[in-house]
């Protein structure tokens, strides 16, 4: 499993403010894969009280937990840097 793997499979996590998923709105700062199968990820949402937040963090935790190879997942949500819309990947 890399990480080029993981981040693929978090765009169907989708954004239900904003309609676009997380890792094109660069939401996900950074995914670690570690020994055995253990996957962390740090993300953040689009404003510190955003209404979604413990949805984004659950969604992620389901999806990476459910690929092959992955043995434990850590999801951290952070707001160090904040999320700015030139953090999103232009299609």
């Known amino acids: 499993m890399e990480e080029a793997d993981i981040r693929d499979a978090l765009r169907v996590i989708i954004d239900p403010e904003i309609g676009k998923n997380i890792v094109d709105l660069g939401l996900v700062y950074d995914i670690s894969v570690e020994r055995g199968g253990v996957v962390r990820v740090s993300m953040t949402t689009t ?45």
């Open 47 to 91: 404003t510190r009280f955003c209404p979604a937040s413990d949805f984004l963090r659950e969604a992620v935790e389901v999806c990476v937990a459910s690929l092959p190879g992955v043995t434990e997942t850590e999801v951290q949500l952070t707001y160090e840097p904040p999320w700015t819309p030139d953090r999103m990947e232009l299609a």
